[in-house]
């Protein structure tokens, strides 16, 4: 009986699911912000789901919140200094967003071979996939001239495309830890209100974007897989 149930055990199939939470920071690129600047990054929570659909191929869906913000005294000219442009301007946003988004990873190491319990179980990865998003943005002007034109507010459901990369890490058996950055690019110019201004004062032709950027903790469920020899007889499995 004993060699049966070791036979048993080599024979199943594992499939694994995780749960977790991740904390980090979100960030936001358009008119206000040419460049990623890590200086207006904002906080930002996210909740997960993960199963593997294969030893390098796993899917997640998230949820993810945060915040938004950017100054145009933050853009350096090539002097050091404001640039002028936005000196002149003197833009402000500030907001949140709300994300939903479905993404296919591409996992480079076996993260669940753990036959050697004392190795170090870890594997880089790739993701991509689709978001529908909620962002609800205000944009002000310190500059009393443009204050009509530029000072406005409101919100905007689109869709995005997620894509980063990250690499985990088992604590142990249950436990995984993750780093992870990516960007989220959008298809609209209106995240910051400014795209029907005046070609003078600000690019028409550049989309939007935002990010997220974090550290995960989640949970892992073990479900084991019976063959259908062993599904019929289950006292081989004693």
């Given at each position: 009986m004993g060699s049966a149930s070791f036979f048993a055990t080599s024979a199943l199939a594992q499939h694994t699911s995780e749960i977790g939470v991740g904390v980090g920071a979100t960030n936001y690129k358009g008119e206000i912000s040419p460049q990623l600047q890590w200086r207006n990054s904002r906080p930002a929570l996210t909740i997960f789901y993960r199963r593997d659909v294969s030893v390098p191929v796993t899917l997640r869906a998230s949820l993810t919140t945060g915040f938004l913000r950017a100054t145009d005294a933050n853009v350096e000219g090539v002097n050091g200094g404001i640039a002028p442009l936005p000196s002149y301007r003197q833009l402000h946003l500030s907001g949140g967003l709300v994300e939903a988004a479905g993404v296919v990873e591409y996992n480079f190491l076996d993260y669940h071979a753990r036959k050697d319990?004392?190795?170090?179980?870890?594997?880089?990865?790739?993701?991509?996939?689709?978001?529908?998003?909620?962002?609800?943005?205000?944009?002000?002007?310190?500059?009393?001239?443009?204050?009509?034109?530029?000072?406005?507010?409101?919100?905007?459901?689109?869709?995005?495309?997620?894509?980063?990369?990250?690499?985990?890490?088992?604590?142990?058996?249950?436990?995984?830890?993750?780093?992870?950055?990516?960007?989220?690019?959008?298809?609209t110019d209106q995240l910051d209100h400014t795209s029907d201004q005046t070609p003078l004062l600000v690019n028409s032709h550049d989309q939007d974007w935002y990010y997220y950027s974090g550290v995960s903790l989640s949970y892992t469920f073990y479900k084991i897989l019976c063959p259908t020899p062993y599904n019929k007889n289950k006292r081989l499995l004693k």
């Open positions: 319990q004392h190795r170090f179980h870890f594997s880089p990865y790739l993701f991509a996939g689709l978001g529908l998003y909620y962002v609800s943005t205000t944009v002000t002007s310190d500059n009393a001239a443009l204050q009509a034109d530029f000072n406005r507010n409101g919100a905007r459901v689109g869709i995005a495309i997620p894509a980063g990369a990250g690499l985990k890490f088992a604590l142990n058996e249950y436990f995984n830890l993750g780093l992870e950055a990516g960007v989220r690019k959008t298809f």
